[in-house]
Nanobody, 127 residues
């Protein structure tokens, strides 16, 4: 069983920066594909960024491309989401997810393919 704990959310003004962290338990973190999802009220959960198990390949939603950066530190069992130039439309609960048993080193973007989820951290961007 893998436990994921997100941190770093909060209330910020538009244009500010924020860094989310997701700490994972377990000794096989380096074999997991990881993703950051968000869900705003009344909207479906969407993948904003994903990273392959090696860290060599990443995916970004068009809405965050050029502003957000996903990275991972396998020595610390942690994945990060650096959020720059945030906008009010980035307001949502952000979830970290892990996918085990990945053979091909590519990012995973579909939520149904992830095995483990964190509890989420709220990000609120004021205008």
């Amino acid at each position: 069983q893998v436990q994921l704990v997100e941190s770093g959310g909060g209330l910020v003004q538009a244009g500010a920066s924020l860094r989310l962290s997701c700490a994972a338990s377990g000794r096989t973190f380096r074999s997991y594909a990881m993703g950051w999802f968000r869900q705003a009220p009344g909207k479906a959960r969407e993948c904003v960024a994903a990273i392959s198990w090696s860290g060599g390949k990443t995916y970004y939603a068009d809405s965050v491309k050029g502003r957000f950066t996903i990275s991972r530190d396998n020595a610390k069992n942690t994945v990060y989401l650096q959020m720059n130039s945030v906008k009010p439309e980035d307001t949502a609960v952000y979830f970290c997810a892990a996918r085990a048993g990945v053979v091909v080193d590519v990012p995973t973007t579909k939520p149904e393919q992830y095995n483990y989820w964190g509890q989420g951290t709220q990000v609120t961007v004021s205008s």
